[in-house]
């Protein structure tokens, strides 16, 4: 019998990399195309395999077995020592079926769907994860709001009489005997985040994320999900619950924050954006096909939007003729939100020392 760890992990893109980092039997080619992935931030992606494995003590070498949903998680339940999990459900009836059981590992924050008191009764220990990519996320999405609200994507590098005016601007200096001379530029439509109202659609890790952000810049946070939030968690959070409708009348920036599914594909058609103060800003950087984009194109031809801006794309790569990128309201970026790759670097170096530290306290 081994003594190596069994350790589940969920079969979603970030989580699955532990196979590769954990267990020795993962394919030549897995480790290959995780080096090309990281390279660009990581050029020593063997030293730092190595250097990870190294701090790992008793989860190195593990047998590492991915799997794809709930079902396929209790089926291997009597096996598992460790369980790396996003979404599934760990409560009394897991619990029962995993005797040997040690750590639940959430490759998250929010401990949703864990039942933490049965896993305390029961000795295992719950670890959660503040992941960086999501902080990364959520700042991408303050930035691309300053961008639109500031004009940053239209002034940036424009200085001169001629650059000004060659993008619609018309600058002039003002009498400074009698004025400040800041503003000189006369860019009509800046604007302010502090004292605006942002409405966040899917109230999640990076949802969560963002509020506390943009509580941060004074804005007046609304929020919709699909559990009704208690006052307990929206005094945590800085956040006023709201069904989706309201929140899109009210808000003066909505930012939409769902993965895309069957469920989510178009949350946002012609009749949400009727809906939307004129005016109002849309910011997403969750996946681009939960807007439907010809509603969203209809919005930006009628100026009834006030700015757009979208990371990642609805094309992977993007293409230069993209309708959207004729409008100077608009900002794309192209996947970039979570980076740098170091993100899920230290996310991953973080949860594997933690575990291990929990397992060797178990072992002493």
């Known amino acids: 019998m081994s003594t190596h760890p069994t350790i589940l992990v969920e079969d979603d893109p970030f989580p699955r990399m532990l196979k590769a980092f954990l267990d020795p039997a993962a394919e030549p080619q897995y480790l290959a195309a995780l080096a090309d992935f990281f390279a660009h931030d990581l050029p020593d992606f063997a030293g730092w395999l190595a250097n990870l494995r190294a701090l790992a003590g008793p989860l190195f070498p593990a047998e590492v077995r991915l799997v794809a949903d709930q079902a396929a998680l209790h089926a291997q339940l009597a096996d598992a020592t460790v369980i790396v999990t996003e979404s599934f459900e760990i409560g009394e009836r897991q619990l029962a079926a995993?005797?040997?059981?040690?750590?639940?590992?959430?490759?998250?924050?929010?401990?949703?769907?864990?039942?933490?008191?049965?896993?305390?009764?029961?000795?295992?220990?719950?670890?959660?994860?503040?992941?960086?990519?999501?902080?990364?996320?959520?700042?991408?999405?303050?930035?691309?709001?300053?961008?639109?609200?500031?004009?940053?994507?239209?002034?940036?590098?424009?200085?001169?009489?001629?650059?000004l005016q060659a993008a619609g601007y018309q600058p002039k200096l003002f009498d400074?005997?009698?004025?400040?001379?800041?503003?000189w530029p006369r860019a009509q439509g800046l604007s302010i985040l502090y004292g605006t109202t942002?409405?966040?659609?899917?109230?999640?890790?990076?949802?969560?994320?963002?509020?506390?952000?943009?509580?941060?810049?004074g804005m007046r946070v609304l929020c919709t999900q699909r559990t009704p939030m208690s006052a307990p968690e929206q005094r945590e959070w800085h956040v006023t619950y709201c069904d989706r409708d309201a929140l899109l009348r009210e808000s003066?920036?909505?930012?939409?924050?769902?993965p895309s599914n069957a469920n989510t594909q178009n949350y946002l058609d012609h009749a949400q954006f009727t809906l939307m103060k004129p005016g109002a800003n849309l910011i997403n950087v969750s996946r681009a096909q939960v807007i439907n984009r010809d509603a969203l194109l209809a919005a930006l031809r009628s100026g009834r939007l006030g700015g757009f801006a979208l990371d990642p794309l609805y094309e992977e790569p993007?293409?230069?003729?993209?309708?959207?990128?004729?409008f100077n309201n608009v900002i794309l970026t192209?996947?970039?939100?979570?980076?740098?790759?170091?993100n899920a670097l230290e996310d991953f170096r973080d949860l594997v020392l933690g575990v291990a530290l929990t397992m060797n306290k178990i072992n002493q």
């Not at 942002?198 to 810049?217: D, T």
């Not at 003066?252 to 769902?258: I, N, S």
């Not at 293409?319 to 004729?326: G, I, K, S, V």
């Not at 192209?334 to 170091?342: D, G």
Request: aromatic share 4%; charged share 20%; proline share 4%.
């Open 98 to 163: 995993a005797p040997n059981l040690k750590v639940v590992q959430k490759y998250g924050a929010m401990l949703r769907g864990i039942d933490v008191a049965a896993c305390e009764a029961r000795g295992v220990t719950v670890l959660p994860l503040r992941r960086r990519a999501n902080i990364s996320c959520a700042e991408h999405a303050l930035m691309l709001m300053l961008a639109l609200s500031k004009q940053l994507h239209r002034l940036h590098g424009r200085i001169s009489i001629d650059q």
């Open 176 to 183: 400074s005997g009698y004025t400040p001379g800041s503003g």
């Open 198 to 217: 942002l409405g966040i659609i899917g109230f999640g890790e990076i949802g969560r994320e963002i509020s506390l952000r943009a509580h941060a810049f």
């Open 252 to 258: 003066d920036w909505v930012c939409v924050q769902l």
């Open 318 to 326: 993007g293409r230069t003729a993209d309708e959207l990128l004729q």
């Open 334 to 342: 192209p996947h970039v939100a979570a980076m740098p790759r170091h």
